[in-house]
């Protein structure tokens, strides 16, 4: 029986992953992790959108558009290249899980303690996939920022998409790493 401690130092973030689809049961197990992070006074702010199959052409096209539209006066930042290379990002993996924290409606919650509840449920999600083998990669970039894509998702303009969690079965060797060592990172006090 593997260690939680002993999956956290294997997981790795592995990109490349090929056309077979998890189970729904593994998709489900995920999302059931993700729900276990802990949360300020209990306000379980995350949403999850699963994205798969001809829905992520759609994301993905959604995603071209707002990225045009966020560089229409900067078009060498708009190239078709990148048009293309944004519309194929849903694409990199057969389930794409969008994660959302949802803005505080109780006054004494403050906004990034459910963003923060909600980047520890990703956390969850990944240890969770590597725990079944699969592959998991957490990714944002400008797409998670905009107002477009949250809308897209039906999401409030207040709210946070997270995490763009691509998950599916690796196509190739998670990469050896070692991290800095704690002690280098740490003060005693």
């Known amino acids: 029986m593997t260690t939680v401690f002993e999956t956290i130092k294997r997981r790795r973030s592995i990109g490349k992953m090929t056309d077979q689809v998890p189970t729904h049961e593994q998709i489900e197990?995920?999302?059931?992790?993700?729900?276990?992070?802990?949360?300020?006074?209990?306000t379980e702010p995350w949403r999850f959108f699963v994205v798969s199959g001809k829905t992520r052409i759609e994301l993905g096209a959604v995603m071209t558009q707002a990225l045009a539209e966020r560089h229409k006066d900067e078009p060498y930042l708009c190239s078709q290249a990148s048009l293309d290379k944004e519309r194929n990002k849903p694409l990199r993996s057969p389930i794409l899980i969008a994660v959302a924290s949802k803005a505080p409606e109780q006054g004494n919650v403050l906004?990034?303690?459910?963003i923060e509840a909600t980047a520890a449920a990703v956390q969850n999600m990944l240890l969770a996939a590597e725990e079944m083998g699969l592959a998991a990669i957490w990714r944002t970039g400008e797409a998670a920022y905009d107002p477009r894509i949250k809308h897209w998702f039906g999401l409030a303009a207040e709210?946070?998409?997270?995490a763009f969690v691509y998950l599916g079965y690796p196509a190739i060797q998670a990469s050896e790493r070692l991290p800095v060592p704690a002690d280098s990172q740490t003060v005693w006090l």
């Open 111 to 114: 906004a990034i303690e459910n």
């Open 29 to 42: 197990r995920v999302l059931e992790a993700a729900t276990h992070a802990p949360n300020h006074h209990k």
């Open 159 to 162: 709210d946070q998409l997270v």
